[in-house]
RNA sequence: GCCCAGGUGGCGGAAUGGUUUACGCGCAUCACUUAAAAUGAUGUGAGAGAAAUCUCAUGUGGGUUCGAGUCCCACCCUGGGCACCA
């Protein structure tokens, strides 16, 4: 028999895949839909990652499978192209980002079709693409129609180096997360989307879909719902310990607040509080807070608060760890209470009151403050009760004398949408001197992004948009006097919102996608990602989902939740253990892994390296592992000569079913390939193989390996493709052994094992073990206290 | 500091409370070969022993149980996320 040879196999069986049109998600058929989506990637001029692979790889196993099992199944691909370092590699080279994207996606295209996934190409989208962003910007009206996009002047995080304003989300360690240089700070107008008015439904509605425990609890406490009280002092201060109350000696307000403004005249040291908040201006968010910095602050002298619980007067300093954007921008300071209000009273001698009594009786209030709950001390009629019980009271009482009331804050901030910058979409807004912020009539969509000289950002910050005087002047939709364009773009998130929407009807010129369609396709029944993508894209994804089901772009038969079920894959590191990165130079390119052993091997050696979910180090020794065992597949095929052959392994193959067939659904690749390498180890053994078992082999196979067992298939003389038969269901009577091995154990300990009928009886087993030479060495001369027997696995005796 | 995930051979890892180390890699020996590669066969947790066999091993220390990698408690380490959030 001639080699296994992948080079010439692959490219044939992709080829017939995409003549025959054999992955096609049919919009008018009859069979139950199911919607498989993997995160689209960013198409970077370095190519396919194995990390890309590893999503792309595991979910088209399972898409191949559901078309098998009968569904018809949607398994879409598309590029989410706008974004920086298109944009940078632009300036370096002046190459326009448009022309680079249409190289970059044709690699990576190029690069996915030679791992041969199953994707439904017809359907490909690209962010970039003005008919694909006209919709994104649509969207974006439509939010600002409705009050959820607005302007608002920020001090927000500034890169100096990339000239663009970054999300808190976006800066880590301090440093921009795109280029690494340290973050300033910079007073911008900037377009917010109202992300906390769903702050609740984000939260509630995942009690709807299958999501794994920790993404669900990473998404809560990042919108951190916190409930407690506004108190007036008479200046509002948000608390979730208004039982703590009569212990607040002070107040501390943000350097920001707006109070400071305006009761200047008041304050008497008001240059050295100035010379306070300038200095506070220039730190980022992350240094303000950092924990090992000391706390500084300053008393605004001059003016008091008065605690509304006792009318004392306290005194109000500002600090730059309170921020202003969390709450009110002011807190109570309880420094019996609270380990920072602790701190900063220690510092400048400022009284601390106890108010809880500590549970446990170890602490010292000299040294620490006490932050649990308990019973109330010092705290006038409420002294006695319990913390819980006395934050109600307290609250309850506070409203009535009409200086308090209930509320409820997020940690979610709104999310700042513009960014500074050429490559993302242009945000459809016109300024109009008498009108204000006008949004961009829908019939004149998309607002293209027009040729510019140069990509690099103004020295003021503004988008290179700024400098192209034509595009920008343009008359008011409203009074038809002269306006202005926003010459702001949208964050790289905005086309990766509703992304998936658009795969349902991606050629649809009227609506982003047509309504019957989005009631067919929708919702996805899985999704799989990255765990990066947990509280930025898969949240604001969800927001922005629920925000067109509310406005009835999308049916309201979809229901209220993008994505059934959710899973992430986990990171391919280098070989060693450490991340790949260019810079260390160990970078594992697919398609040279594809080149020396093919995609059938590259495909099971990235399911079979470990447990999917998992991160995992690259091995190449392991492709060479998986290539022997196609080898030995290929081999089989000698074996079916003899059409006569007898079916000779019902057993091994029933149990691959089952086997296969559960650890497809739960992820687990990497059992199920050593499933299948079991079969093939027992098949090999075999001195000829039935066509039967043979077939049921390739079926089982063929999610995993498509090209090697579509080859086989064919040259065995079967009928149709391998990839479109059906997946077959196992014989639970063919699962069961018949004879097995009882482990017979002394107190616990293995002694003796015996080869019996499955379902021996107890008594029968016991009589058995009794009676061997190796037990008895143990049980002889001693009592048997206890026996325990375990059906078909073990029997115990206790001595 | 808090939250999440994890810690099992030389390596990646497997294991509904019931034979620890499946499957694969690597290594060793043998066969084929002038030789190497490839392929095939056998072996391969550690310690003791000529062998049968015995003892000890799932980060550490306790506990529950006839029986714990798995359940409970405390701690150590690694990776990831969050962090003056009022």
Same mark, same amino acid.
């Given at each position: 028999? =001639?080699?296994?040879?992948?080079?010439?196999?692959?490219? !044939?069986?992709?080829?017939?895949?995409?003549?025959?049109?054999?992955?096609?998600? $049919?919009?008018?058929?009859?069979?139950?839909?199911?919607?498989?989506?993997?995160?689209?990637?960013?198409?970077?001029?370095?190519?396919?990652?194995?990390?890309?692979?590893?999503?792309?790889?595991?979910?088209?196993?399972?898409?191949?499978?559901?078309?098998?099992?009968?569904?018809?199944?949607?398994?879409?691909?598309?590029?989410?192209?706008?974004?920086?370092?298109?944009?940078?590699?632009?300036? !370096?080279?002046?190459?326009?980002?448009?022309?680079?994207?249409?190289?970059?996606?044709?690699? /990576?295209?190029?690069?996915?079709?030679?791992?041969?996934?199953? /994707?439904?190409?017809?359907?490909?989208?690209?962010?970039?693409?003005?008919?694909? %962003?006209?919709?994104?910007?649509?969207?974006?009206?439509?939010?600002?129609?409705?009050?959820?996009?607005?302007?608002?002047?920020?001090?927000?995080?500034?890169?100096?180096?990339?000239?663009?304003?970054?999300?808190?989300? =976006?800066?880590?360690?301090?440093?921009?997360?795109?280029?690494?240089?340290?973050?300033?700070?910079? @007073?911008? =107008?900037?377009?917010?989307?109202?992300?906390?008015?769903?702050?609740?439904?984000?939260?509630?509605?995942?009690?709807?879909?299958?999501?794994?425990?920790?993404?669900?609890?990473?998404?809560? @406490?990042?919108?951190?719902?916190?409930?407690?009280? @506004?108190?007036?002092?008479?200046?509002?201060?948000?608390?979730?310990?208004?039982?703590?109350?009569?212990?607040?000696?002070?107040?501390?307000?943000?350097?920001?607040?707006?109070?400071?403004?305006?009761?200047?005249?008041?304050?008497?040291?008001?240059?050295?509080?100035?010379?306070?908040?300038?200095?506070?201006?220039?730190?980022?968010?992350?240094?303000?807070?950092?924990?090992?910095?000391?706390?500084?602050?300053?008393?605004?002298?001059?003016?008091?608060?008065?605690?509304?619980?006792?009318?004392?007067?306290?005194?109000?300093?500002?600090?730059?760890?309170?921020?202003?954007? %969390?709450?009110?921008?002011?807190?109570?300071?309880?420094?019996?209470? *609270?380990?920072?209000?602790?701190?900063?009273?220690?510092?400048?001698?400022?009284?601390?009151?106890?108010?809880?009594?500590?549970?446990?009786? !170890?602490?010292?209030?000299?040294?620490?403050?006490?932050?649990?709950?308990?019973?109330?001390?010092?705290?006038?009629?409420?002294?006695?009760?319990?913390?819980?019980?006395?934050?109600?009271?307290?609250?309850?009482?506070?409203?009535?004398?009409?200086?308090?009331?209930?509320?409820?804050?997020?940690?979610?901030? *709104?999310?700042?949408?513009?960014?500074?910058?050429?490559?993302?979409?242009?945000?459809?807004?016109?300024?109009?001197?008498?009108?204000?912020?006008?949004?961009?009539?829908?019939?004149?969509?998309?607002?293209?992004?027009?040729?510019? !000289?140069?990509?690099?950002?103004?020295?003021?910050?503004?988008?290179?948009?700024?400098?192209?005087?034509?595009?920008?002047?343009?008359?008011?939709?409203?009074?038809?006097?002269?306006?202005?364009?926003?010459?702001?773009?949208?964050?790289?998130?905005?086309?990766?919102?509703? %992304?998936?929407?658009?795969?349902?009807?991606?050629?649809?010129?009227?609506?982003?996608?047509?309504?019957?369609?989005?009631?067919?396709?929708?919702?996805? *029944?899985?999704?799989?990602?990255?765990?990066?993508?947990?509280?930025?894209?898969?949240?604001?994804?969800?927001?922005?989902?629920?925000?067109?089901?509310?406005?009835?772009?999308?049916?309201?038969?979809?229901?209220?939740?993008? %994505?059934?079920?959710?899973?992430?894959?986990?990171?391919?590191?280098?070989?060693?253990?450490?991340?790949?990165?260019?810079?260390?130079?160990?970078?594992?390119?697919?398609?040279?892994?594809?080149? @020396?052993?093919?995609?059938?091997?590259?495909?099971?050696?990235?399911? /079979?390296?470990?447990?999917?979910?998992?991160?995992?180090?690259?091995?190449?020794?392991?492709?060479?592992?998986?290539?022997?065992?196609?080898?030995?597949?290929?081999?089989?095929?000698?074996?079916?000569?003899?059409?006569?052959?007898?079916?000779?392994?019902?057993?091994?193959?029933?149990?691959?079913?089952?086997?296969?067939?559960?650890?497809?659904?739960? $992820?687990?690749?990497?059992?199920?390939?050593?499933?299948?390498?079991?079969?093939?180890?027992?098949?090999?053994?075999?001195?000829?193989?039935?066509?039967?078992?043979?077939?049921?082999?390739?079926?089982?196979?063929?999610?995993?390996?498509?090209?090697?067992?579509?080859?086989?298939?064919?040259?065995?003389?079967?009928?149709?493709?391998?990839?479109?038969?059906?997946?077959?269901?196992?014989?639970?009577?063919?699962?069961?052994?018949?004879?097995?091995?009882?482990?017979?154990?002394?107190?616990?300990?293995?002694?003796?094992?015996?080869?019996?009928?499955?379902?021996?009886?107890?008594?029968?087993?016991?009589?058995?073990?009794?009676?061997?030479?190796?037990?008895?060495?143990?049980?002889?001369?001693?009592?048997?206290?206890?026996?325990?027997?375990?059906?078909?696995?073990?029997?115990?005796?206790?001595?």
């Amino acid at each position: 028999m =001639e080699k296994y040879r992948p080079e010439k196999i692959e490219k !044939k069986w992709q080829k017939i895949w995409e003549e025959m049109d054999v992955f096609r998600a $049919l919009d008018k058929s009859k069979k139950p839909k199911y919607y498989v989506l993997v995160e689209f990637p960013y198409p970077s001029g370095e190519g396919l990652h194995v990390g890309h692979c590893r999503s792309y790889i595991g979910l088209d196993i399972l898409a191949r499978k559901r078309r098998m099992q009968g569904f018809n199944v949607l398994f879409p691909m598309g590029w989410d192209a706008f974004g920086l370092p298109t944009e940078n590699y632009a300036i !370096k080279t002046g190459i326009h980002p448009a022309i680079a994207t249409k190289k970059n996606t044709t690699n /990576f295209k190029r690069q996915q079709k030679n791992l041969g996934l199953s /994707f439904d190409w017809k359907r490909e989208i690209n962010t970039t693409d003005p008919l694909y %962003y006209k919709w994104t910007q649509w969207i974006f009206i439509q939010l600002f129609k409705k009050g959820l996009a607005y302007k608002a002047k920020m001090p927000i995080n500034w890169c100096p180096s990339c000239k663009i304003g970054l999300a808190n989300e =976006e800066v880590i360690d301090g440093k921009c997360e795109r280029c690494g240089k340290k973050a300033t700070r910079k @007073e911008r =107008e900037q377009w917010f989307l109202k992300i906390t008015k769903y702050a609740d439904r984000l939260i509630q509605d995942l009690d709807k879909v299958d999501y794994p425990e920790r993404v669900k609890i990473s998404q809560k @406490e990042w919108i951190g719902r916190s409930e407690g009280a @506004e108190i007036k002092f008479p200046i509002p201060v948000f608390t979730t310990r208004p039982d703590t109350l009569f212990g607040c000696t002070y107040l501390v307000l943000a350097p920001e607040h707006p109070l400071i403004e305006k009761l200047k005249h008041k304050i008497r040291n008001y240059k050295q509080v100035k010379d306070y908040i300038e200095k506070s201006k220039k730190k980022i968010e992350k240094e303000r807070i950092a924990e090992d910095k000391e706390k500084t602050g300053i008393e605004l002298k001059g003016i008091k608060a008065t605690n509304p619980v006792n009318n004392r007067k306290i005194p109000i300093f500002i600090a730059d760890y309170v921020l202003m954007h %969390y709450g009110t921008g002011a807190i109570m300071a309880v420094p019996g209470h *609270d380990q920072r209000d602790f701190d900063f009273a220690k510092r400048y001698n400022l009284p601390i009151i106890e108010v809880i009594k500590p549970k446990d009786s !170890k602490y010292d209030p000299s040294k620490q403050a006490y932050e649990g709950e308990g019973i109330l001390i010092n705290s006038g009629r409420f002294t006695g009760m319990k913390s819980e019980q006395a934050k109600q009271r307290i609250t309850e009482w506070l409203t009535r004398k009409g200086s308090a009331k209930t509320a409820v804050h997020y940690r979610l901030r *709104d999310w700042i949408f513009s960014r500074q910058r050429y490559w993302g979409e242009p945000i459809p807004m016109i300024k109009c001197e008498k009108c204000g912020w006008q949004p961009v009539p829908e019939k004149d969509l998309p607002v293209e992004l027009p040729k510019v !000289k140069g990509y690099k950002p103004t020295k003021s910050g503004e988008s290179p948009l700024a400098k192209v005087k034509t595009w920008i002047k343009v008359a008011c939709p409203e009074c038809g006097n002269a306006g202005r364009r926003e010459t702001d773009v949208m964050p790289n998130w905005a086309g990766s919102n509703w %992304y998936y929407l658009r795969y349902c009807d991606s050629q649809n010129d009227k609506k982003l996608a047509g309504a019957k369609l989005l009631e067919k396709w929708m919702p996805v *029944d899985w999704y799989n990602g990255g765990m990066e993508h947990t509280t930025l894209h898969l949240l604001y994804s969800r927001f922005i989902y629920k925000f067109l089901w509310d406005i009835g772009a999308v049916p309201r038969g979809v229901g209220p939740e993008p %994505y059934k079920k959710r899973t992430s894959h986990g990171i391919v590191l280098g070989e060693g253990g450490i991340k790949m990165s260019k810079s260390k130079g160990n970078v594992i390119n697919p398609e040279q892994v594809i080149k @020396e052993h093919g995609a059938d091997a590259m495909r099971i050696y990235e399911m /079979f390296m470990g447990p999917f979910e998992q991160m995992i180090p690259w091995d190449t020794k392991g492709v060479k592992g998986v290539r022997r065992f196609l080898q030995k597949v290929w081999q089989l095929s000698e074996k079916i000569q003899n059409p006569n052959a007898k079916i000779q392994n019902p057993k091994l193959i029933h149990k691959t079913i089952k086997k296969v067939s559960e650890d497809i659904e739960n $992820l687990k690749f990497n059992t199920a390939v050593s499933a299948l390498m079991i079969l093939a180890n027992g098949l090999e053994k075999q001195k000829e193989i039935s066509e039967k078992d043979y077939s049921l082999f390739l079926i089982l196979l063929s999610p995993f390996a498509p090209h090697i067992t579509e080859e086989l298939w064919e040259r065995a003389g079967f009928k149709g493709m391998c990839c479109e038969q059906k997946w077959p269901k196992y014989d639970s009577k063919l699962v069961k052994e018949k004879k097995i091995t009882l482990v017979i154990q002394i107190n616990g300990k293995v002694r003796d094992k015996i080869e019996v009928e499955a379902d021996i009886s107890e008594k029968e087993a016991k009589k058995i073990a009794l009676s061997r030479d190796k037990v008895l060495k143990y049980t002889r001369g001693k009592e048997i206290k206890k026996t325990i027997f375990i059906s078909g696995k073990l029997i115990n005796f206790v001595i």
